[in-house]
């Protein structure tokens, strides 16, 4: 395995500033639990981040699921955000042509440049679709977050496509603050943040081809940095609870690689 590098030291290598303040922020918190918040209430979303903010450095969104969504909604997490010191993730999975992919990151009902802290992208359309972003996140500082795996079954994204998005990602350092990925692979360099979905304590799956590991295993075994945790927290009776648990499982793991 790559020898060990703590958050801190990595918030120094990191090229874009969104990797800073997210290895700064998990360092200082103490957490490298990410949570999916896909519930499509806005009043559900709100109550969930202020019920686990304290527990979490990353609240992952799906804004386009959000049946009641209006610009208020993003001003109300934007401040639980700030009162819990978490980031905001909206999971987009942009995989259009750049010019195209501008309008959708800025406009449209969404505005998501305007409040998202980190975007995913697909490398489908090849390295120029960066272009799309690096204007309007050169003033936001936002970090665009590749995506080298997936989680689920038969996922394509393997083989030399991931070798690909890593290269990618290593030739547009500024604007590229991670991967999404299922492990660590030796070409991904310290200052990326690698975030891995597809987290649950015990589950074999779902229905529709989702995987799941669990959090030591993740951390631990594949080496990755982050867990993104859905249905294992915002399902449960009591998410807060859940959430600390997860917490700790994936920031011991994370401590145990020292
Ligand atoms: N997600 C995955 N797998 C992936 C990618 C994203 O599950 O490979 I890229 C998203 C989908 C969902 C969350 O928003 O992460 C996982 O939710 P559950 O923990 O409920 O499965």
């Not at 209006?70 to 995989?95: G, P, T, V, Y």
């Not at 496509?161 to 350092?173: D, I, L, P, R, W």
């Not at 594949?222 to 009591?238: A, E, F, L, P």
Request: net charge neutral.
């Amino acid at each position: 395995r790559a020898p060990f590098v703590s958050f801190q030291e990595r918030a120094k290598l990191a090229t874009n500033p969104t990797a800073n303040k997210l290895f700064q922020l998990m360092a200082s918190k103490k957490t490298n639990l990410a949570v999916a918040v896909d519930l499509t209430v806005k009043q559900e979303i709100l109550d969930l981040a202020e019920k686990i903010g304290s527990e979490i450095c990353v609240l992952k969104t799906h804004v386009d699921i959000v049946q009641d969504y209006d610009q208020q909604f993003i001003k109300d997490l934007q401040a639980i955000a700030a009162k819990h010191n978490f980031l905001i993730f909206e999971d987009r999975k942009f995989a259009d042509i750049g010019n195209t992919v501008k309008y959708q990151f800025e406009n449209g009902v969404y505005e998501i440049s305007k409040w998202a802290d980190m975007v995913t992208i697909h490398g489908v359309a090849g390295p120029a679709i960066i272009d799309g972003f690096r204007e309007s996140i050169k003033t936001t500082g936002a970090g665009l977050l590749l995506l080298a795996q997936m989680s689920s079954k038969g996922s394509m994204c393997v083989g030399e496509y991931t070798n690909q998005m890593v290269e990618m990602g290593k030739s547009n350092q500024d604007a590229v603050m991670g991967f999404i990925c299922q492990e660590r692979l030796s070409a991904m360099s310290d200052n990326f943040v690698l975030m891995t979905p597809g987290v649950q304590f015990n589950s074999a799956g779902d229905s529709m081809g989702q995987q799941y590991n669990t959090p030591e295993y993740v951390i631990k075994e594949k080496n990755t940095d982050v867990i993104i945790v859905g249905r294992g927290i915002y399902k449960s009776s009591n998410p807060k609870e859940e959430a600390i648990k997860y917490r700790t499982a994936s920031w011991s793991a994370y401590e145990s690689k020292q």
